[in-house]
């Protein structure tokens, strides 16, 4: 259902390096790149998530209540990207670990550097 997911960024140039990285360790890379738009991906027929400078050439802003979660393979991959993020520059909003009452669901939450509210999580048992 999803086609693509867009965050807004202050820094283009730091906001790309941070997804470079982050992004890396779900096993994406570029598929789109210019001037003011990048997005990753691992296919163009597979959602990306993507950076932008606004178009209206007005500071971005975080939403509130706005959070883009990042679906993993494993137990694993979520901490690649949760300490990933994390030192890349990101600021942690809940360690990786289980959530909702249920051990099925595992997830690590953060902050991109505009303030943006992520996370990689998976959905099964065990690692």
């Given at each position: 259902m999803i086609?693509?997911?867009?965050v807004g960024t202050n820094d283009f140039p730091?906001?790309?390096d941070f997804y470079d990285t982050v992004l890396a360790e779900m096993g994406t890379k570029r598929l789109m790149d210019s001037e003011a738009f990048v997005a990753w991906g691992v296919e163009m027929d597979q959602p990306l998530f993507s950076v932008t400078k606004p178009f209206d050439k007005?500071?971005?802003?975080?939403?509130?209540?706005v959070m883009i979660g990042l679906a993993a393979t494993d137990r694993a991959m979520v901490d690649k990207v949760y300490n990933a993020a994390i030192a890349a520059g990101g600021t942690c909003e809940g360690k990786p670990g289980?959530?909702?009452?249920?051990?099925?669901?595992?997830?690590?939450?953060?902050?991109?550097?505009?303030?943006n509210k992520i996370n990689a999580f998976?959905?099964?048992s065990g690692e």
């Open positions: 086609g693509y997911i867009t730091k906001a790309c007005e500071a971005a802003t975080v939403g509130n209540g289980t959530r909702q009452e249920s051990s099925d669901f595992y997830v690590g939450y953060f902050r991109d550097l505009d303030g998976f959905m099964g």
